[in-house]
Structures are given as C-alpha cells and as structure tokens.
C-alpha cells in the first residue's frame, strides 16, 4: 500500500473522528482490498451536480466530515465575498435517502456555528424547490443533500448560488481550493441554534403557485387521466398538490410507490431513465386507461414520461423526445399569444438531440449550447438576465425547466407543462406519439441513443480516462462509411474540420467531452460522467421524413444506422 494511502487510513483512526468512524475504517481495513483503497485514494469532487458518493467513513466517502469540510470551505468563500456588513444567509433541504436528514442538520449546524442565517426546511422536499427557495428568501447560496437517482448507498451534496443555479465558475472553483485547503479540525461543528429557522408551508405555497403560473391551459382538465410515481422520493410533496391547484382532477398515485423510502424497495434503480422503474405505473395506466404517466426520481428533478397509444399501451418517451415535445409546446403557445420577440431564447446541453435547436429555429428563436449540468443552463440566464428571455431548456438525461423562477431541472413544473401537450392532444383527436410524428416530420426524424459502460473504483477511473484518450488518438476516418467531417473537443476548446483541417475556438468552459460529426449528419459524444463511475457514449442520427405513412421505415433505417455505429465504434 503506497505510504500516503495507509498516513490517511491511520489519521482516520485517530482521536478526533468519532468511534463509529474508528470502527468503520478498523473494519475496512481488515477486509483490505479494493474497498478500502477506494474510500481513501482521493477526496471527493465538485462534478457537473456537485459532491455525491457512497456513504461511509474515508476522504472519498460521504460522511459527516467531509460533508462538514465542504461547508466549512463554502463558509469560508461566503465570507470573502459577502457586502460589508451583510448578514449572510443560506437555505438546506434534503431528500427521502438515508441520512439526508442528518446530514441537513449536520450542514446546518456549520453553517450557523460560523454565523450565517440558515433556513432549514422542516422536512423532505424537491431540488426544485430548494433552487426556488434561494431567491424567493434572497440566501446567498443553498444546499440540498440528496444523490438524486443513484442507488441506495449513496448520497450527495448539491451547492447553489445566489441566482438559485448550481455552481458555476469563478465560484465552483474558489469553493473547492477552499474546501482543499480546509482541514477535518477546522469544521466548525457546534451549532448557534438561534441561526437555524426551520421553513414549509409558506415556501411550498409560493414554489407550487409559481409552477402552475405556467399553465396554458383552461377548463376540461378532467377530461385527461394520469398516473404518477415519485418512487419512493420527494415529489409526492408537491406534484399532487400542484396539480390539484391546476385543476387536473382524474389524478391517480402509485401506491406501492407513494412512500418515501431511501431503500426504494420496488425498482432496483429509483431512475425514471430505466423502464423498469416505470413498470408499475405502465401497468396501472394501461388498467385504467390512462392518458398519460408520469415519474420522477427521488429529489424531483429528473421527468420520465410515457403516453398511452392507439392499441390500449403504453410507450415510455426518452428524455429528447420529451425535450422536444416540451419545447415545440411552449414556443407554440408563445407565438399564439403573440409574444415571440428576436430576444427569446432556448437553451440545450451539447449531448442533446439537435431536434430542439431545429424546432425553435422553426420559431425564430435561437438556441444556446451548454455543458452537460443544469448549472451551464442557469448561468446562461444569469448572464442573459434582463437583456433577453429564457422560454425553456433541457437535457437528454430527463430533465427540463420552464422558465426562469426555478434555475435547476424541475419535474414538477415540467410534468404540469407535458399533461397539457397531452390534453391539448387528445382535444384534437391525437395521441402524443402522433404529435412527435408530426414534429419529426416538421423539423427532422431524430433517434439517439445512449451507451453507459461502468467502471467503479480508481481502477475503472484510470481505464474511464484510457478510452477518453485512445477515442481522441485514434478518431476514425469513417463511421458506418460516411466520412467524419468535423470534430469538437471540449477539453482543449478546439473544433475542427476534419475535410479542410481548419480549427475553430469553441466557446464553452473546458471539459472532458469529445464529440466526431459525419457527413450524414451523425453525432457521436463521449463523456465520463461528473457524478457517477461511468463513460457514456452518445450516438445521435437523423433523415428526412417526407410523410407521416413513412414513419415506421424511417424509424427502422435509423436505429439500424445506430445499430452499425455501435458495431463500427465497437461500443
């Protein structure tokens, strides 16, 4: 074992951890092995949805020390940047996951043993909401302890600024040099219990009231039946409020998914993305003949969704078609209330279907592209504020938000927003399915799809970083024979024209993502990601479709094409 590994292993065992830790680390290095080399190699980081990990003592593990060093470190940033005088403030929330509560508490009682303002929420509530509370109490940041749909033996810490968007440079940086150079004695741990206010009912009210502002529709919301999950998570504190509020009324729960349970006992994964997370909700809805169902995952920012087709079942939506459908949705009622302006804007990740930058360039609004993380979409309104006008924006990975009073992915705003595409559907006789087709035909046929590899501990993370530099090395010539015509690379900002040589600057931030284009107009990313041992490879293809009766060979040639780029790319 190298000398540095076994100096924090011993120091981990000292006096000043508390005994459960002490056992903890004895234990772990009894067993020795991978285990415990992986809960001591690094310390954890700062990724695209800040710090997440699995629980237990180690530097790479979420505890009560380094949960405590990261907002000792925050405090510390606070401070430096605070208004003379100014009493700084801060609001925490937390999810259904063990020891979310504890862990709230915990970081409320930093915060206010270094002198800052907490609003601690009195129970579990949404990430949404926890984004909407920093502005709506004016904090000067904003924690949520959640690890949003990871397995139950994780957990996470989410950091928010002042705007109600998660970190961003210069300040996500400054944090973690902080947070680097805070030490496990300088935490502050004894609370001034006199700082900590807890909040609910008033911060629920406004958040809910503000979701439904977003409603287009009136009357005859009766007419649309829904099925809704929250799997075992927070949104079962809001979402069916919210749509009482909005006057959908033929609204039914997943029982056996009502509770909230940091053990998700009926889904080995509490992630809308997976389909069998969904499956008792697909049940229940063809059963009953529902219009629509609706997940989220455990903290409320993810939306899966699924619609219910001509034959009587239902077909779960990936996350670009539902990106789609909820942009070609607002900026049509935009432009029928006469209120589309050159200053609207759209905005998407770099890793989403190319369809909602066609559909708003159909509407005369232009799109911005951002780094993968709800945190580059935030940052573009902060930036954009007061000169022009967010409409929405989205991510392939199910997650979208409708405006700018929330400035994270929001479930709960964009599940009121979809039963209304339905129920507008269904008004003129269509299913949803027949909307996409519709919208396909409009703007361009997409189909994407996603390629995760897994690779846990220090050794995955070295092979994780192999793949990213032998996919930069070695960019074939021609995938699935069609030539490679351009290239981006985030990590050095660089595009280039693979035909002519040419490079481009590319104006994003740096990061870890390299992307190849072909002439057909294939689109091929590959991204480590920020908060989960994982690659991800991201293929998007597309054609024309010329009539609706083609739908189904289009369909087919284009997930053949994926099909023989995974084969190609030996993916």
């Not at 958040?207 to 409603?215: D, G, K, L, T, Y």
């Not at 959908?248 to 909230?260: G, L, M, S, Y």
């Not at 309104?381 to 929001?410: L, Q």
Request: negative net charge; proline residues 4%; aromatic residues 10%.
């Amino acid at each position: 074992m190298e000398p540095t590994l076994q100096e924090k292993i011993n120091y981990w065992k000292s006096d000043f951890f508390d005994q459960d830790t002490r056992n903890e680390v004895s234990a772990l290095e009894k067993e020795g092995g991978e285990g415990l080399v992986d809960a001591f190699y690094k310390d954890l980081e700062f990724g695209t949805g800040g710090m997440r990990g699995v629980m237990g003592a180690g530097t790479n593990r979420i505890n009560k020390y380094t949960l405590g060093r990261a907002t000792q470190g925050l405090c510390q940033y606070l401070k430096l940047v605070r208004k003379t005088g100014e009493q700084l403030k801060v609001a925490v929330a937390y999810d259904c996951r063990h020891n979310s509560k504890e862990f709230g508490r915990l970081v409320a009682d930093v915060f206010s043993a270094n002198g800052i303002k907490v609003f601690l929420f009195e129970d579990l509530r949404p990430t949404p909401e926890l984004s909407f509370a920093v502005r709506y109490l004016n904090c000067d940041a904003g924690i949520v302890l959640t690890a949003s749909h990871n397995p139950p033996e994780y957990n996470g810490y989410k950091v928010y600024w002042n705007d109600g968007g998660q970190l961003v440079p210069p300040h996500d940086r400054n944090v973690i040099d902080l947070v680097g150079k805070t030490r496990y004695e300088d935490i502050l741990f004894t609370s001034s219990d006199e700082l900590i206010e807890l909040v609910g009912s008033e911060i629920d009210k406004a958040f809910i009231e503000a979701c439904v502002a977003n409603s287009h529709i009136e009357g005859n919301k009766d007419r649309l039946k829904i099925v809704f999950t929250p799997l075992h998570g927070t949104s079962v504190t809001a979402i069916p409020a919210a749509f009482e509020k909005a006057g959908f009324t033929d609204f039914h729960i997943v029982n056996e998914q009502a509770v909230p349970d940091g053990d998700f006992p009926t889904v080995k994964s509490p992630n809308p993305e997976e389909p069998e997370a969904l499956e008792l909700a697909t049940r229940m809805a063809e059963e009953i003949k529902a219009d629509i169902i609706i997940g989220t995952d455990p903290d409320s920012d993810r939306l899966g969704v699924g619609v219910l087709t001509k034959n009587g079942k239902i077909e779960l939506l990936n996350g670009n078609q539902t990106v789609a459908l909820l942009t070609w949705y607002l900026l049509k009622k935009q432009k029928e209330s006469g209120d589309i302006k050159p200053n609207h804007f759209v905005a998407q990740t770099v890793v989403t279907s190319e369809l909602p930058a066609k559909i708003a360039e159909g509407y005369g609004v232009k799109t911005y592209y951002c780094l993968t993380g709800f945190k580059w979409i935030a940052d573009i309104i902060r930036r954009k504020e007061g000169v022009e006008h967010f409409i929405g924006g989205g991510e392939e990975s199910y997650g979208y938000m409708v405006g700018d009073f929330v400035r994270d992915k929001d479930a709960v705003t964009a599940s009121l927003i979809f039963a209304e595409v339905a129920l507008e559907a269904k008004r003129s006789g269509k299913t949803l399915i027949d909307v996409l087709a519709e919208i396909y035909r409009d703007y361009g046929f997409y189909r994407e799809r996603l390629i995760s590899i897994v690779k846990k501990g220090k050794s995955g993370a070295e092979a994780i970083a192999k793949m990213m530099t032998d996919f930069r090395s070695a960019t074939p010539e021609y995938v699935n024979g069609c030539k490679v015509v351009k290239t981006i690379d985030l990590l050095s900002g660089v595009e280039t024209n693979t035909v002519t040589g040419e490079t481009n600057k590319v104006d994003l931030p740096s990061s870890n993502v390299f992307q190849i284009f072909t002439a057909d107009g294939s689109k091929i990313t590959a991204r480590p990601s920020g908060t989960e041992p994982k690659i991800k490879f991201y293929i998007s293809v597309n054609a024309n479709l010329d009539h609706l009766s083609n739908y189904d060979a289009v369909y087919l040639e284009l997930e053949n094409r994926i099909d023989t780029i995974i084969e190609d790319m030996q993916l």
